[in-house]
């Protein structure tokens, strides 16, 4: 049994339910991140079940093998999935003792129609073998919002692989590169460092484009001395970075200097006023009082940041809708952004981990300060 086990069925227990159900048949991807963190499974489907004295993972023909070398190391069982779901579901049902039992079912990691697929299954059952399927609290996203030590290992090694990318990325651009040469770039870097893969499709805008803050590169040409926005990140062992710069080609403009100058300060309030025990919409104001203060609160209008692991956005949730409450652990981005339509735009990204109630800073990539600019 290892700890996420204990921790889970701890959770499972003050919730009122008898097991937790991850995934459902059929569904290719969907709960990947959870089925990782739970049982240290790699591959693209399959189901975890979780009671007070059973762990079982369900695999097809695929992923047999595959599940026995991941899972049963993280103190599974592997339940072979062979045939259609109508013939292995009940052998399932009989095997894991469902009758009867409540069972949460981790309303994140299946689609309703991938419910509907196990209340048929359930219904088809004779009435004593029946579980009673019912929606579970956040147990598994609870737990990942806090990383232990191995987590945070892997998550600063995902940083530095991104960080030495976007470093090599900015000493080579040039006005004749293009958005999307920029991003290619920034991928091979990734997979040169050491990196899985990117952790999301990187962003490069420039001009009036970086605007938008999620926007796609394009074939356009960078140019000079206008914003050059590039958020990025990189994927290592399964878990996930996230880093944005704001540069520009030859001498920038006033206005850069004006708009990176707030953007600047109110990231830099932020990591010094941040603190353990805030809610998320506290700690986002934290940054938003500093540009509100610029006159710039309607040019930023996204969350301050958002937590990072096994996915790119996960909880907390930093911003100004957020009741979520920072805990020591948790890892986030910080990330202010003003944007100024028919102009462009400037972000400022780095990620911290709340360490003895206050953020410590991850990412070190090369960054613009009010006096490079």
């Not at 097809?60 to 103190?75: I, K, L, S, T």
């Not at 019912?134 to 692989?161: F, G, S, W, Y």
């Not at 050059?228 to 970075?241: H, Q, T």
């Not at 981990?353 to 410590?360: A, C, D, S, T």
Request: hydrophobic share 40%.
């Amino acid at each position: 049994m290892t700890e996420r086990l204990t921790l889970i069925r701890a959770a499972v227990d003050e919730a009122g339910l008898d097991a937790l159900l991850i995934s459902a048949p059929g569904e290719e991807n969907l709960g990947a991140a959870s089925r990782y963190y739970v049982a240290g499974f790699t591959g693209s489907a399959g189901m975890v079940y979780v009671s007070r004295d059973r762990a079982v993972f369900v695999a097809d023909f695929r992923y047999v093998e595959q599940a026995g070398r991941e899972c049963v190391p993280r103190g599974f069982e592997v339940f072979s999935a062979l045939g259609h779901r109508t013939e292995w579901f009940p052998r399932l049902a009989g095997e894991a003792g469902l009758g009867g039992l409540k069972v949460g079912l981790a309303k994140g990691d299946l689609t309703y129609g991938g419910f509907l697929r196990l209340q048929e299954l359930a219904d088809e059952l004779p009435a004593g073998d029946r579980p009673e399927f019912v929606p579970a609290p956040p147990i598994v996203e609870t737990l990942r919002r806090c990383k232990d030590e191995d987590e945070l290992a892997l998550i600063q090694r995902a940083i530095d692989i991104s960080d030495a990318a976007c470093d090599a990325v900015v000493a080579d651009l040039s006005p004749e590169q293009t958005e999307l040469e920029v991003a290619e770039a920034f991928a091979r870097g990734v997979r040169a460092g050491g990196g899985d893969d990117i952790s999301f499709e990187t962003i490069v805008a420039t001009g009036p484009w970086s605007a938008m803050p999620h926007a796609q590169p394009r074939g356009e040409r960078l140019g000079s001395s206008r914003p050059v926005v590039i958020d990025m990140g990189a994927k290592y062992r399964g878990y996930c970075s996230d880093l944005t710069r704001t540069v520009t080609i030859g001498a920038p403009d006033e206005t850069f200097r004006h708009i990176y100058e707030i953007v600047f300060e109110a990231q830099r309030a932020a990591i010094a006023g941040i603190e353990v025990g805030m809610t998320g919409v506290q700690a986002h104001n934290v940054a938003h009082d500093v540009i509100r203060a610029a006159g710039y609160e309607a040019e930023f209008g996204h969350g301050l940041g958002h937590g990072i692991g096994l996915d790119v956005h996960e909880a907390p949730h930093v911003g100004l809708t957020s009741e979520d409450v920072l805990e020591e652990g948790m890892v986030f981005t910080i990330e202010p952004g003003i944007y100024l339509p028919g102009w462009g735009g400037v972000r400022i990204e780095d990620i911290v981990v709340l360490e003895n109630g206050r953020p410590r800073v991850l990412s070190h990539a090369s960054k613009l300060t009010p006096a490079g600019v």
